[in-house]
């Protein structure tokens, strides 16, 4: 009778043994099965999530290149814009306060434009009015008329071509006729202010005053 018990009692302990190992391995199996499903599923989809945000990083970072290139482009074209339109003021009143003669006060035109001008070039018209001994044939000249051709930029030198009508009158201030002339004008900044280097004036035409008797 014991032995029958010992008997039983040794085959029911095998078969907890046995049926301890069967879990244990269905355990392993079910960890390795998932384990092998969450390569296969879930992996690749964080792995091409992870490359999606690295283009999209690119793409950021080159859109916000090709932005900056832009902006610098548009400030460079505001920058230029607005230094034309302040040289066209400069030349706008340069003009007449050089170009406008007074036969009472022959020298009054270098003074009034000295401002206008780089100081090697006010030297340069100093000495070359000295040496000029014309007398002309009209007395007053007025300057009535300036209008912008054309200008071209060279190494920071603004150069602008002016077509510039004046009224010659005699002493009595009666109208002899109308010239028109051009200047060409090179302008260069100086400590933030433009500042006319060179000019040449070139005559186009001489229109004589229409009179009635």
Same mark, same amino acid.
């Given at each position: 009778?014991?032995?029958?018990?010992?008997? /039983?009692?040794?085959?029911?302990?095998? /078969?907890?043994?046995?049926?301890?190992?069967?879990?244990?391995? =269905?355990?392993?199996?079910?960890?390795?099965?998932?384990?092998?499903?969450?390569?296969?599923?879930?992996?690749?989809?964080?792995?091409?999530?992870? +490359?999606?945000?690295?283009?999209?990083?690119?793409?950021?970072?080159?859109?916000?290149?090709?932005?900056?290139?832009?902006?610098?482009?548009?400030?460079?074209?505001?920058? +230029?814009?607005?230094?034309?339109?302040?040289?066209?003021?400069?030349?706008?009143?340069?003009?007449? /306060?050089?170009?406008?003669?007074?036969?009472?006060?022959?020298?009054?035109? =270098?003074?009034?434009?000295?401002?206008? =001008?780089?100081?090697?070039?006010?030297?340069?018209?100093?000495?070359?009015?000295?040496?000029?001994?014309?007398?002309?044939?009209?007395?007053?000249?007025?300057?009535?008329?300036?209008?912008?051709?054309?200008?071209?930029?060279?190494?920071?030198?603004?150069?602008?071509?002016?077509?510039?009508?004046?009224?010659?009158?005699?002493?009595?201030?009666?109208?002899?006729?109308?010239?028109?002339?051009?200047?060409?004008?090179?302008?260069?900044?100086?400590?933030?202010?433009?500042?006319?280097?060179?000019?040449? =004036?070139?005559?186009?035409?001489?229109?004589?005053?229409?009179?009635? +008797?």
């Amino acid at each position: 009778m014991n032995e029958k018990k010992e008997e /039983k009692k040794q085959n029911k302990q095998e /078969k907890n043994r046995v049926k301890t190992i069967y879990f244990l391995l =269905l355990g392993l199996f079910i960890i390795t099965l998932s384990l092998y499903i969450y390569q296969k599923v879930f992996a690749p989809e964080e792995v091409k999530t992870s +490359n999606e945000n690295n283009n999209s990083s690119i793409i950021v970072d080159e859109q916000t290149e090709d932005e900056s290139k832009e902006a610098s482009v548009v400030n460079t074209k505001d920058d +230029n814009e607005v230094d034309v339109e302040n040289i066209k003021t400069v030349i706008k009143e340069f003009i007449p /306060k050089f170009y406008t003669y007074d036969g009472n006060n022959h020298g009054a035109y =270098l003074e009034a434009s000295k401002p206008y =001008l780089t100081n090697d070039f006010y030297k340069e018209l100093v000495i070359t009015d000295d040496a000029d001994t014309t007398v002309p044939v009209y007395f007053y000249r007025n300057v009535t008329d300036i209008s912008f051709k054309d200008y071209e930029v060279n190494d920071g030198i603004y150069s602008f071509v002016v077509d510039v009508k004046a009224d010659l009158l005699d002493e009595q201030k009666t109208k002899l006729s109308t010239v028109r002339v051009e200047f060409n004008i090179d302008l260069v900044k100086e400590k933030s202010e433009w500042k006319i280097s060179y000019f040449t =004036l070139i005559g186009k035409s001489l229109t004589e005053n229409e009179t009635t +008797n």
